[in-house]
Nanobody
Framework: QTQLVESGGGLVQAGGSLRLSCAAS????????AGWFRQAPGKEREIVSA????????FYADSVKGRFTISRENAKNTVYLQMNSLRPEDTAVYYC?????????????????WGEGTLVTVSS
C-alpha cells in the first residue's frame, strides 16, 4: 500500500508563493502518476494538476495555468506543487493523489490513493 502525506500549506498574502510537498511511503515504485486536487468550503473537490511518473506529461487546470508548477523527485518519493501569484480564490484544502494503473494524464486524471490534505489560505 501507498501512504501519502502533504505538507507546506499555510497563510500567505495574495501574490505570494507556497510550495506543497507530498511524501509517499510504502511501495511507491508502482505509482504511474500523481496529482493535486483542492476543495474549498461548500464546493466540490477539483483537479489542480497531474504528472506522469517520468514527468514528461503534465496537466494543469485552466485556473492555475502559468501560475502553478507540478514536479516530482522519485528518488525522494515526493511530488511537489509550486504555487506562485496566489489569489484568494486559491484558498482550499489541497490533497495529494496517486494512481497505480495506467491512464491519461489529463483533465480526467484521478487515482485511488489520497493524502489527508494541507490547508492553503490566501489573504486579500
Amino acid at each position: 500500500q501507498t501512504q501519502l502525506v502533504e505538507s507546506g500549506g499555510g497563510l500567505v498574502q495574495a501574490g505570494g508563493s507556497l510550495r506543497l510537498s507530498c511524501a509517499a511511503s510504502g511501495r511507491t515504485f508502482s505509482t504511474y502518476a500523481a496529482g493535486w486536487f483542492r476543495q474549498a468550503p461548500g464546493k466540490e473537490r477539483e483537479i489542480v494538476s497531474a504528472i506522469s511518473w517520468s514527468g514528461d506529461n503534465t496537466f494543469y487546470a485552466d485556473s492555475v495555468k502559468g501560475r502553478f508548477t507540478i514536479s516530482r523527485e522519485n528518488a525522494k518519493n515526493t511530488v511537489y506543487l509550486q504555487m506562485n501569484s496566489l489569489r484568494p480564490e486559491d484558498t482550499a484544502v489541497y490533497y495529494c493523489n496517486a494512481k497505480t494503473e495506467w491512464g491519461p494524464v489529463e483533465k480526467t486524471y484521478r487515482g485511488d490513493h489520497w493524502g489527508e490534505g494541507t490547508l492553503v489560505t490566501v489573504s486579500s
